[in-house]
């Protein structure tokens, strides 16, 4: 699939800047995340997204720099070495089934389809979600399943996921349901609120993020993989 065309060819330059930058964060979070390359398919299928076209038009000029931006509603789309990590670490491929929590502009979720992936992905905010389901039709990602609500409780009628992406930061505990409906042999990565932490008790709490794994018997692991920074993951609501 290839949704980047002539028209946004002047963005051609900024794409493959923002791949190479990408490529180098990658290699110098690998103390951190235990490898320093992102598998290929990944930094291709980011490639193919046109990122321009999930920010605001005033934003355009933006779009290609590897930093995190403004998505309206007070919600930012992740900085784009961010997006590709998390692609990576769930495993998403051809044939893949993924969740997705947090849909926000749909950036993500079109990362995940260029993969090859299948996608459910689940906004809480109304206007987010009206959004990305008008954004995602028009660019005719047809595998790309969305649903307005509560992500926390999963999707269990889709269930269950070969990986498992949330992209807000949860803030004691990674949401039960969502470990219960990974496949066995699944990845799951989500970012939690590091509590009682000395950076949350000066008032700039932290985050980590965790790759939670389901082997082949269904025993479940986890490994912290790199601090980060997301939006809070609304619980309970
Ligand atoms: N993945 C998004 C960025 C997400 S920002 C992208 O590519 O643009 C985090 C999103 O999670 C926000 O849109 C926020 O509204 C949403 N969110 C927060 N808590 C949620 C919940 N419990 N269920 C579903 N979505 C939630």
New binding site residues.
């Given amino acids: 699939m290839q949704h980047t065309t002539e028209t946004d060819d002047h963005f051609a330059g900024a794409r493959a800047g923002m791949l190479k930058e990408i490529a180098q964060e990658a290699a110098e979070a690998a103390g951190w995340t235990g490898r320093s390359k992102l598998r290929a398919e990944v930094l291709e299928a980011v490639g193919r997204v046109p990122r321009e076209r999930f920010i605001a038009a005033g934003e355009a000029a933006e779009a290609y720099r590897n930093r995190p931006l403004p998505?309206g509603?007070a919600?930012?789309?992740?900085q784009p070495f961010i997006v590709a990590l998390m692609s990576d670490l769930c495993g998403a491929g051809p044939g893949k089934r993924i969740l997705?929590?947090?849909?926000?502009?749909?950036?993500?979720a079109a990362v995940l389809a260029e993969l090859g992936a299948e996608v459910w992905s689940?906004?809480?905010?109304p206007e987010?979600y009206e959004g990305a389901r008008t954004r995602l039709r028009n660019l005719k990602y047809r595998q790309i399943h969305l649903r307005l609500g509560?992500?926390?409780r999963g999707w269990p009628e889709a269930a269950p996921f070969h990986g498992i992406i949330v992209?807000?930061a949860a803030a004691r505990r990674v949401p039960p349901a969502l470990i219960d409906q990974l496949a066995a042999g699944g990845a799951l990565v989500c970012p939690v609120a590091e509590g009682g932490s000395l950076g949350s008790l000066l008032g700039t709490p932290t985050q980590r993020l965790y790759l939670i794994q389901k082997d082949v018997h269904g025993v479940v692991s986890s490994r912290d993989v790199l601090p980060v920074a997301f939006?809070p993951?609304?619980?309970g609501s």
């Fill in positions: 998505i509603c919600q930012t789309i992740s997705e929590i947090g849909t926000g502009c749909g950036y993500q689940i906004e809480s905010l987010l509560d992500g926390t992209t807000a939006v993951l609304v619980e």
